[in-house]
């Protein structure tokens, strides 16, 4: 069954340091998401994507954050000067469709902020 | 405003008995539902979605557009449900995200 990958699993980043998330969506899916959960909390959506530009976005995605598809495959997640707050558990998402598809998740990337 | 709420955050019953998982939702337009669950250090997976009316697992989801409801049940509870469950709205049109709910913790105690 075809699967999101993303890298790195876990990744330990000083404060202000800048980090970049990778995902690999599966390759028929044309919307991905980045969602993340902080620890013991909900699961929260930070941005939506679809034909190369943002969909829609949280109010947590603001200017520290940026997505992009570099190369067709690709699906990143940059933080440029992380906070303490920016630790939580990130996950990229991908889905073939619209309404009633759902998603595919990946096994995320654990981000701590030190 | 969209919303989801799962009002049990944590629920405990014996193998063997039923289980109800509740949730409500406010969204506007008439969005697709979905559950979700998440086993222990596992990635988050698509249990049923309401547009496909399957069962999964044992599980069943009845949408109630009047009571905006969207509750999932298992007659049978067996120890391999214990997971965190997340009820998640999506709407039909567009790259619309999906909203989870604070989860339900789901322990299946023998």
């Known amino acids: 069954e075809p699967e999101v990958t993303q890298t790195p699993s876990h990744q330990v980043t000083q404060m202000g340091q800048e980090v970049i998330l990778r995902c690999v969506p599966i390759?028929?899916?044309?919307?991905f998401y980045w969602y993340r959960q902080i620890l013991g909390q909900k699961v929260e959506f930070l941005v939506s994507f679809y034909n190369n530009e943002i969909s829609e976005k949280s109010e947590i995605f603001d200017d520290q954050f940026s997505v992009e598809r570099p190369d067709g495959s690709n699906f990143t997640l940059k933080i440029r000067s992380t906070k303490l707050e920016d630790s939580a558990m990130y996950f990229c998402?991908?889905?073939?469709?619209?309404?009633?598809?759902?998603?595919?998740f990946g096994s995320g990337t654990r981000l701590t902020v030190v | 405003a969209q919303r989801v709420t799962q009002p049990e955050k944590l629920l405990s019953v014996f193998k063997g008995a039923p289980v109800e998982l509740k949730c409500n939702y406010s969204?506007?337009?008439?969005?697709?539902l979905f559950w979700y669950v998440q086993y222990s250090r596992q990635r988050l997976q698509l249990l049923l979605r309401?547009?496909s009316r399957e069962s999964i697992k044992g599980f069943t989801a009845d949408l109630n557009k009047g009571e905006t409801s969207f509750h999932l049940k298992k007659p049978f509870a067996q120890e391999e449900d214990s997971a965190m469950y997340y009820c998640?709205?999506?709407?039909?049109?567009?790259?619309?995200?999906?909203?989870f709910g604070q989860g339900t913790r789901l322990t299946i105690n023998p």
């Open positions: 998402a991908s889905s073939e469709g619209q309404g009633g598809y759902g998603y595919t």
């Open positions: 969204y506007s337009g008439s969005p697709e």
């Open positions: 998640a709205p999506r709407g039909i049109q567009g790259a619309q995200k999906l909203v």
């Open positions: 390759s028929n899916h044309l919307y």
């Open positions: 309401h547009i």
